[in-house]
C-alpha cells in the first residue's frame, strides 16, 4: 500500500494577508504624506511623492530589518514579525532567506543609499531645488540597476532559487512588487529627461535673443 501523500501547502495563509495588507498600508502612508507635503507642488509631482515616500517608507522599515536580520543571522532563523514578512516573500525567492551575499549587498546599498536618496529627493521636489533632476537620475539609476544585479545571477544559474510554480509567486511577489521598482524610476528618468530638454531649450532659446 502506497504511503498517503502529504497534504498540499495552503497559498493563501494569515501571513499572506497580513503581508499583502502591509504593503497596501505603506503605500497609503505614502500617498497621505504626499497629500500633506505636496500641497504646493503640481498634481503630478504630489504622485511623484507618493512614489518617493512609499519607496523611502519601504527602505528604511522592511528592508533595513532584512540587512539587520541577514547580517546577524538569517531571516529563516529569526523569530519575528518582519521576519514572517520575508519568510513569506522567501516562498517565491529562496535566496531572501538564508543571507545570500549578492541580496544582502545589495539590500545594504538599497536601505543606506536609496533610502537616503528618497528623503533628499522628496526635499528636492517639495521645496523645487535646482538639484531635484540630479538626485532623481541617480536614484532612478540606483533602484534599476539593484533590480538587476537582484535577478541576473540568478537567470544565469537557470533560476534555482525562485518558485513560479504559482500565480501568487510569480505575478505578484516576484513580477510585481519587483516591477514597480522598474516601471516607476523608468518613468522618472523620462520626466527627467523631459525637463532637462525643456530646459537646455529654454536657455538656447534666451542666448538666441542675446546673439540678435
Known sequence: MSAPSEAPTALFTSTTVYSLLACGAQLAVGY???????????????????WLFYDAIVHITLEGPFVYMSLFGTVATSDNIFAELWKEYGKADTRWLHSD????????????????????????VVKDKYYRHFVQITLCVCELYGGWMTFCPDWLL???SLNTGSWLYLWVYLVFFNGVWVLVPGLLLWQSWLSLKRTYQSQSAVCERKAQ
Do not use: H, M, N
Request: hydrophobic fraction near 55%.
Open 101 to 124: 551575499p549578492t541580496i544582502v549587498a545589495l539590500e545594504l546599498l538599497t536601505v543606506v543609499l536609496d533610502g537616503f536618496l528618497a528623503l533628499v529627493l522628496i526635499y528636492a
Open 158 to 160: 537557470g533560476s534555482p
Open 32 to 50: 497621505f504624506l504626499a497629500q500633506l507635503w505636496g500641497k504646493k507642488c503640481t498634481g503630478t509631482d504630489r504622485w511623484v511623492l507618493v
